[in-house]
């Protein structure tokens, strides 16, 4: 199986419009590494340190504590979260395929952080439960998470308590 998975996956890589979908297609933690290298390569960019919390959270498959039902949680609850940090976070989350639930609650990260993450998120097809409990999100923050669930309908679980 291994094999055959590595194949699809040489062949899939080569067609253009798969490229969006390579990472779903690696099998065991290529999508964990391609969630590492983009998370440094957009914290340069955007010119932040990457998030020790973060960097922490994507060890080999074999040590990943897995929650209920084998769901892979990014959990930087109670971390402040800058726009710079956010924005990276963001762009490292828009084609990740490796974070079934994503726990951002107390972040701060406000209606411009909510912005950038629903941006995010519209074309993240992995997230299902998204926690942002606590972050300070009004109406402006509320009408971009309102656009993300039009578009995606893979997140069933939204906290948004205050």
């Known amino acids: 199986e291994q094999r055959w998975r590595g194949l699809v996956w040489r062949v899939l890589a080569r067609v253009p419009h798969f490229g969006g979908f390579k990472c779903r297609l690696q099998c065991g933690s290529r999508p964990m590494e391609a969630f590492r290298t983009n998370y440094l390569r957009y914290s340069a960019e ?5 998030l020790r ?3 922490e959270q994507l060890v080999p498959d074999a040590q990943l504590r897995r929650p209920n039902n084998g769901r892979y949680k990014l959990d930087l609850s109670a971390h402040n979260l800058t726009i710079n940090s956010c924005a990276a976070l963001a762009r490292t989350l828009r084609d990740d395929s490796y974070f079934t639930e994503i ?5 701060l990260i406000g209606d411009e952080g909510c912005k950038l993450l629903s941006a995010a ?9 998204l926690n942002l409990r606590g972050n300070n999100i009004r109406s402006d923050g509320a009408v971009a998470l309102g656009n993300m669930l039009k578009i995606n309908k893979t997140v069933t679980c939204l906290t948004l308590q205050w």
């Open 121 to 129: 998120l519209k074309t993240n097809m992995c997230c299902r439960i």
């Open 103 to 107: 726990d951002l609650s107390d972040c």
């Open 46 to 50: 955007y010119e932040v340190d990457p």
């Open 53 to 55: 919390v973060v960097l």
